[in-house]
């Protein structure tokens, strides 16, 4: 296993390698600590020890520089048990350098140890990531990020707008050094006060007219207006993996729109522009959508292709992505019920032929419970920390399915329940159990108890006495069976 360390330069990733370097090297090592005193520590720490090569990607990180590193690792150690390799920023390496690198990081020589570290572990691929233990450095909330940059800038008399502030958190994600670093950058460039448009032209953010139209078109399935945005963009020299980014981000935001009717961010008319686009899509084609960009980010992360890989990924979403959601077709069906254009089997007193039957689906999953009523237990307190934490910790799908569910506590299991039910492809994600695990590990974190985690539907009541079934719970599974 390489050791893998994540996280904001700030919190002394680059100092926790070299101390984990020791660790493992030092023969008296106590409790995981070296000793700092035996031959192996001291020649260590005074930097003369040539078993430990430190490399700082964003610098070396030609192909060459790999090689040599490659070459190397046949090498026994000389005085050490191991050779290590402390890799810093190790996302910045040049795809050939990486490739190059593949090999020797996916079967490595017993005698030696990776440890890579980075601000960015989604750049690296998983087949890396699996070979690795990872080690998160806790990134620093978006407010405090904005208190502290306005403390800097009252001391350095910088004239600054709130919602420059958030947007300066917002990028630099949880990077204390991100953020004043973009923060110089606008002073470099700019006279007079900072605000929000002068940083999104600096940091080559591409205008939110141009994410939104991107994603509309993906929305309405007009592949035409989605190549002439990204022209555009194209044109003004921004960057794609930029331009995707936001647009995931953007997406993600429709999402958290459609679940909270909530957005901080945005402006008013950026705000309505949201809901329009929302309107049109289902949560579940929205989910879809995000997980289609994503891999798209993936697939373009190595790619010397990047141009058409992006364009093809976004027209493959123009005709992939449903535009009428599940919930329009069931309001339409209702819609024609009313009318009595449908009648409905529901019960055995109808004596026409069904065109239309609907009936609550056994859920597949063993994790999935449909009850009516609920058993008797406490509300898990933890519960609104647990989901905020997936979402910190870059869970998003988990977490989205999440939104608007409870916790009950019922003996050693953790009945989380879903109101209104869920959709299938919520399902498919809640029930995979990396994300149960996930889940578990979470409540554990937070109250230090281990629950089973258990789903419940509810409340389902097939016994309704009318024609008139309600599709209030859309988010019901049911069989629409047309004839
Ligand atoms: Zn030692």
Redesign the pocket.
Known sequence: MHIFLMGVEELGKTSAAKILA?AIN????KDGE?????E??KAMLEGRLTDVVEMDAASNNSVEDIRSIREEVNFLPTIAKYRVYIIDEVHMLSTGAFNALLKTLEEPPEHVKFILATTEPQKLPATILSRCQRFDFKKISEEDIVKRLKIICKDSNIEITEEALKLIAVLSEGAMRDSISILERCMQDSEGKVTEEKIKELVGIPKIEHISKITESMVEKNAEKALETIDEVIQEGKDLNNLLWEIIKYVKDILVYKATNKLDIYSKEEINKIKEISDKISKEAILKLIYNLSELENNMKWSTQKTIMFETGIIKNCIEIPNESLEQRVEKLEKQIKNGNIKIANSEKIETKPKVSIKPQEPKIQNFEVKTTSESGEYFSYWNDVINKLKSSGKIMVYTNLINTRAKQVNDTLQIEFKNGLTAFGKTVLSKPENINEISNIVNSLCGKQFKIKYIEGNINPQKENNNINLDGIDIPINIIEE
């Open positions: 020791r030092c023969p008296n090592s070296p000793c700092n005193e035996c192996i520590c």
